[in-house]
Every structure is written in structure tokens, then in C-alpha cells.
């Protein structure tokens, strides 16, 4: 079943979030260096990705401050966003199949590639090679086809 409302939205949220906070690649972003409340965030990511699927929620805030202020405690790499990738793409694929999924899944793609380019400049180097990556370099390779 596809994504079609904000509780799926809600569901889906939460189980990435819970994995993410779980990585050992990248949960300690989330609860050493930002100390992310995971109630009190779930709210808001939640009104990012209804506005982003949906166009229905409003969504006022600034989405780069924060990975920008993450960036500057700790560098975001390209292995990073790629385990962000894997684990949205994993938690998208687990609950829902049809175009909203897909759209979720290549929302998150660009979103990665974005936050990426802007924290480390345009020459930012898409390379990874951690386990379990998914290199950023075939996202721009899909986008392309």
C-alpha cells in the first residue's frame, strides 16, 4: 500500500528514526550531537514530508540550519548521507510500494545530494566506501538516466 496520509507518514517516520538513532554510522548525530527528542521532532519532519509528498502541511522552518550547525561539531560526509539513503530507502520499502513511495525515496535522494553539495561546497566529494554505503555517485548516475 502506498503512502497516503499523514499517519502513514507518522509510521514511517518513526521507524526510520529509530533506526537512524540505532546506526552506529550516523545515530550519534542525532542523540550525542544534537540531542534529538525524537516526540518533539517527530512533529516536525512530519509537517517536512507532508508538505514535500503532499503540498498539505505547512512547513516554515529551516531545514539546513541544523544539519549545518551538525556539520560544524562534526563533518557530514558522503557516508553519511548514504547511510541516511539506505535507511529511508529501507524504511520507505518496508511499509509502502506505489508512486508516493517512490516519490519519498527519490525526495530523500535529493534532499541527501543537496545537503551534501551545500555543507561541502560544489567540489564535495560524493565517495564513500564504509559497510553498507550506497554511494552517493549512483543517485547522481539514476538522476541521470
Do not use: C, N
Given at each position: ?7 502513514d507518514?507518522?509510521?514511517l ?15 550519534p548525530f542525532?542523540?550525542?550531537i544534537?540531542g ?17 509528498l503532499?503540498?498539505?502541511?505547512e ?29 529511508w ?15 519519498a ?8 545530494l543537496?545537503?551534501l553539495?551545500?555543507?561541502g ?8 566506501d564504509g ?14 538516466a
Amino acid at each position: 500500500m502506498d503512502i497516503a496520509s499523514r499517519a502513514d507518514l507518522d509510521v514511517l517516520l518513526r521507524r526510520f528514526y529509530t533506526a537512524a538513532f540505532a546506526d552506529p554510522l550516523i545515530g550519534p548525530f542525532f542523540t550525542e550531537i544534537a540531542g534529538t527528542d525524537l516526540d518533539a521532532h517527530l512533529p516536525r519532519i512530519t509537517d517536512f514530508w507532508e508538505r514535500a509528498l503532499f503540498r498539505a502541511a505547512e512547513y516554515r522552518r529551516d531545514a539546513f540550519g541544523p544539519h549545518a550547525a551538525l556539520h560544524t561539531a562534526r563533518p557530514l560526509t558522503a557516508e553519511h548521507f548514504g547511510r541516511w539513503v539506505q535507511l529511508w530507502h529501507a524504511s520507505v520499502d518496508g511499509l509502502h510500494r506505489g508512486p508516493v513511495a517512490d516519490r519519498a525515496k527519490a525526495q530523500g535522494e535529493r534532499i541527501a545530494l543537496a545537503m551534501l553539495r551545500r555543507l561541502g561546497g560544489k567540489d564535495a566529494s560524493i565517495a564513500g566506501d564504509g559497510p553498507g554505503f550506497i554511494p552517493l555517485a549512483t543517485l547522481e548516475l539514476r538522476r541521470a538516466a
